[in-house]
């Protein structure tokens, strides 16, 4: 069974820096599938933040969020990672991570579409106090 597990989320301050982790477990075919990681504040859209290439760590980071947030990866671990700088009130929200089932050449950025996504991990709250 494949799954999705987040940590690394809590309380923090306006400014301070946060690193969450996705470890996919239970996946069976190659590394070379698309991982994600979206956020979701109450009464707000679900918005996805940024995706990684399993197969050479290409990385796309959302508009709204670029220059603070950088999506790392260490496959050895099956574990993708969100680095968050500067954090901010407004960052606060559930961050959830996805993982498609797809294999994907070198150098090609995965999609940022929820739809593209078959596993999906329950989350992590990071909350943010001015």
């Known amino acids: 069974q494949v799954q999705l597990v987040e940590s690394g989320g809590g309380s923090v301050r306006a400014g301070d820096s946060l690193r969450l982790s996705c470890r996919l477990s239970g996946y069976r075919y190659d590394s070379r599938n698309c991982m994600a990681w979206f956020r979701q504040a109450p009464g707000k859209k679900r918005e996805g933040v940024g995706t990684i290439n399993r197969s050479d760590a290409t990385q796309f980071v959302a508009d709204s969020v670029k220059g603070r947030f950088t999506i790392t990866l260490d496959n050895s671990k099956n574990t993708a990672y969100l680095y968050i700088n500067s954090l901010e009130p407004e960052d606060s929200a559930t961050y959830s991570c996805?993982?498609?089932?797809?294999?994907?050449?070198?150098?090609?950025?995965?999609?940022?579409?929820?739809?593209?996504?078959?596993?999906w991990g329950l989350g992590t709250q990071v909350t943010v106090s001015s």
């Open positions: 996805a993982a498609d089932q797809r294999n994907w050449d070198w150098g090609r950025m995965c999609p940022s579409e929820e739809k593209a996504y078959r596993y």
